[in-house]
């Protein structure tokens, strides 16, 4: 199945998704200034990137919008004050989450919306909500993925299941998400195996979403593209929950299709990314992380850690083994 | 050839390698504290390390000793103040280059010596002096490996060539070294191939030392084991030259025999590494390195550029292209 020695050609069908906002907006609670995202915006059209994922479409009901920046609600407003018209090849993304968004009266008809695509995010037990959001979503006219979210936490039968449930629905892409970044490069080719079954009988597309707390987000990321994964979620410098993500950056330098270039890529970053940095907003692949990775739980008590700037790494791993 | 779902496994000919002093040390020129030595020294016998490499046996001609910590000279003497007799299971090796150690006088007779190891280093075009050092150091009594940097610049028909010259001598291990971080998994892959074919016929061992110029370290060397490779470098927090080297604690997360401890090296990290980033010692992936990594370029222009603690990537990015 390997897609072996294709290093030097490409495939036309992969599609680069920034998740800068929507995963970064996680360890900064979206606080983002309005130059960074119109500068984002600018970097993405010009490295090629095929789509931008602003952040998420959160219930302004459960959610207080005094506590967060704008990107964790994306009001199509907010969105068009950056974009315009968005006259341009690079699409616009969304991510809803399941039960935590008001996704039948916030996602409106996609002609009054900037929006071109809207990710819905969910985990196994809450597939039917999912599915009931995919065909709301398709309806109001836009492109769906579904992101399936701590797949290193599920059993590879229920998995099936839920394909197979998802391929019979509209949505276009099927998202496999380490969220806990648990996964090795061999697990990614058995769970894209399971997958490409699914996709293949339905007509779907396979995307991906890596988290670095084994420093293997970019590793899982060429491992999937070369067994056939075309959607692939990076982030600037990295950034994201806790490990982070698969590196833009290191991305582009892979991929070979003409249209992307890294060049921009750098330039936002040296503008941009080293100050966020300087202001305390820490992310990447630490200790504490490649713990709860190895471990196969969510980073949160590692971004706990974090938080709290403690460096005890030794203390940390007899608290996680005793939960364990 | 490739090895998939073994990971629950494990394979009893597998050795792990310290290269934390050797390769960190290029970081520090070399001045370890006697303390931070004596501690790695018993983590790797607790984590269940094979090897530890003390440092470089470098000419004392060529430099000049007021001017490195004492493990670029790694004299028996100063070694032996930290083993005593060594009568553990860890092996203690250190590296000698070619064209910059004095071999015939520096390395004397094994049982004189608390080293077990010699790592030949050479590039293709120092081989026969290579081969002089190996059969100098076997001839000796040692183990001796010999370590071909720089991997990613060769021809290929040159390395196969070099590695039938090498399998003709008393040598154990050959080794896979991407100086420059610039190899992909699927290259690895490659590489690997054409070693086997040498390492079969000659009864050798293959090795693996990897760089995280792009963060591929570890995943370099998951492939690589994956593939038959059995000797794996692995340095503390990832602690080597520029972007650093396959983190120990994630090369031990990884390895199943139970031998294999990561608690130790979780406890050296919390005690000693934390404090080297305090004293602007400083390593890991960051865009420099990626970029000479891309260009598959030496990293000196990279490590001129932490040091001189810039940070205005996008000008660097221009000065490579430049070069190029």
Redesign the interface.
Known sequence: MKE??K?MDYRSGVRVVDATLRDGGLVNNFYFTDEFVRDLYHANIRAGVDYMEFGYKASKEMFDESKFGKWKFCKDEDIRAIVGENDTDLKIAVMADVGRCDYKTDIVDRTDSPVDLIRVATYLNTIPTAVDMIEHAVQKGYEVSCNIMAISNTQESDLAIALDILGQTPVDVFYIVDSYGAL????I??IVDIYRNFAEKYHKKIGIHAH?N??????NT??AV?DGVDWLDATY?GMGRGAGNC?M??LL??LRNPKYH??PV??F???HM?KLHEKDVVWGYD?QY??TG?LNHHPKTAIQFTKEKR?????F?KEVMEQD
Chains 1, 2 share one sequence.
Not at 184 to 187: A, G, N, S
């Open positions: 072996l020695a290093l090795y490069p061999e697990q080719a058995r670095n084994q420093q293997l987000a970019f590793a060429i491992e070369g410098y590196a950056e290191l330098g892979l890294i060049a750098l330039k970053i040296d503008q080293t200790l490649l713990m190895l460096s005890d790494y030794y203390e791993y």
